[in-house]
T-cell receptor
Framework: GNSVTQMEGPVTLSEEAFLTINCTYT??????LFWYVQYPGEGLQLLLK?????DKGSNKGFEATYRKETTSFHLEKGSVQVSDSAVYFC???????????FGRGTSLIVHP | DGGITQSPKYLFRKEGQNVTLSCEQN?????MYWYRQDPGQGLRLIYY???????QKGDIAEGYSVSREKKESFPLTVTSAQKNPTAFYLC???????????FGQGTRLTVV
């Protein structure tokens, strides 16, 4: 079956530090890959996506590259801000199916 | 503006009562989903629907029921058979296979 594994949190960083949140996946076919962000008490918002191998998704300074050879989609940001504090979910949407599969989420805490 | 609307944002109910959570979308999406979110457990799929008048059980359907009489609406009923209903409930929709999901703002249900 399909699955997404992401690093456990919380990840605690100081402002302006470099961020990496690891995500690996297992899927049949050719999935699309996503990162979502959830702020406290809210729903999930799409942060970025990539639909095929070697695609790089980017938004608001965050980036992730679809690596088929390592089945990974790691999220990175060069300099985090306090406002980036949230829970980040890696997800895939398998080819030929509607139903997305989510990782368990990684909490990011950024201190001033 | 297009989007998904969940209501109410907060809901309190006495144990043993059924309660219905509303989810409406004006995105013209075919597929809709209900997820439950508990602290530290990520998202768990309750039910999903790919077309009007049809829906399928997800991973944790016991104690829940849904209907899909209109494309725009996918209400979730939490029945008295659900052993531990207190949670944050998220509704989502997607247009096509292999695409991102759009989420509502969530409903926090507390059963006392």
């Amino acid at each position: 079956g399909n699955s997404v594994t992401q690093m456990e949190g919380p990840v605690t960083l100081s402002e302006e530090a470099f961020l990496t949140i690891n995500c690996t996946y297992t899927a049949t076919g050719y999935p699309s890959l996503f990162w979502y962000v959830q702020y406290p008490g809210e729903g999930l918002q799409l942060l970025l996506k990539a639909t095929k191998a070697d695609d790089k998704g980017s938004n608001k300074g965050f980036e992730a590259t679809y690596r088929k050879e390592t089945t990974s989609f790691h999220l990175e940001k060069g300099s985090v801000q306090v406002s980036d504090s949230a829970v980040y979910f890696c997800a895939l949407s398998p080819g030929g199916s509607y139903i997305p599969t989510f990782g368990r989420g990684t909490s990011l805490i950024v201190h001033p | 503006d297009g989007g998904i609307t969940q209501s109410p944002k907060y809901l309190f109910r006495k144990e043993g009562q059924n309660v219905t959570l509303s989810c409406e979308q004006n995105l013209n999406h075919d597929a809709m989903y209900w997820y439950r979110q508990d602290p530290g457990q990520g998202l768990r799929l309750i039910y999903y629907s790919q077309i009007v008048n049809d829906f399928q059980k997800g991973d944790i359907a016991e104690g829940y029921s849904v209907s899909r009489e209109k494309k725009e609406s996918f209400p979730l009923t939490v029945t008295s058979a659900q052993k531990n209903p207190t949670a944050f409930y998220l509704c989502a929709s997607s247009m096509e296979k292999n695409t991102e999901a759009f989420f509502g703002q969530g409903t926090r249900l507390t059963v006392v």
